[in-house]
C-alpha cells in the first residue's frame, strides 16, 4: 500500500500563500502519478492537481488553474503543492493520494490503495 503524510496546512487570510508538503512513506515516487485532492465540510473529494513523476507533467482542475503549482522532489519522495492567492472558498482538509487526469479533472486512482484510501490531510483555512 502507498502511504503519505501530509503537512504544511493552517489558518491564512484571503490572497495569501502556503506551501503543503506531501511525503511518500516507504516508497520512491519514480512510476506513479501523485495528486492533491481536497475535502471542504459536507462535500465530496475533490482533486484538484495531478503531477506525472516520470516526466512532470503537471494538471489542475479550473479552480485551482493558475494560482496553485504542483512540484516533486523524486530523490526526496515528495510532493508539494504551493497555493497562492487563496480563496475563503479553499478552505478543506487536503490530502495526496495517487492520481489520473482526464478530460479536465483530477481523480483519485483505486488501483494502489482501493477505493477511498485516505491519510489524515491538513487544514486550510481561509478567513481575514
Known amino acids: 500500500q502507498l502511504q503519505f503524510v501530509e503537512s504544511g496546512g493552517g489558518l491564512v487570510q484571503p490572497g495569501g500563500s502556503l506551501r503543503l508538503s506531501c511525503a511518500a512513506s516507504g516508497f520512491t515516487l519514480v512510476g506513479y502519478d501523485i495528486g492533491w485532492f481536497r475535502q471542504a465540510p459536507g462535500k465530496e473529494h475533490e482533486g484538484i492537481s495531478c503531477?506525472?513523476?516520470?516526466?512532470?507533467?503537471?494538471y489542475y482542475t479550473d479552480s485551482v488553474k493558475g494560482r496553485f503549482t504542483i512540484s516533486s522532489d523524486n530523490a526526496n519522495s515528495t510532493v508539494w503543492l504551493h497555493m497562492n492567492s487563496l480563496k475563503p472558498e479553499d478552505t478543506a482538509v487536503y490530502y495526496c493520494?495517487?492520481?489520473?487526469?482526464?478530460?479536465?479533472?483530477?481523480?483519485?486512482?483505486?488501483?494502489?490503495?482501493?477505493?477511498?484510501?485516505w491519510g489524515q490531510g491538513t487544514q486550510v483555512t481561509v478567513s481575514s
Open positions: 503531477i506525472n513523476s516520470a516526466d512532470g507533467s503537471q
Open positions: 493520494a495517487p492520481c489520473y487526469y482526464h478530460s479536465g479533472y483530477v481523480y483519485y486512482d483505486p488501483a494502489y490503495n482501493g477505493y477511498d484510501s
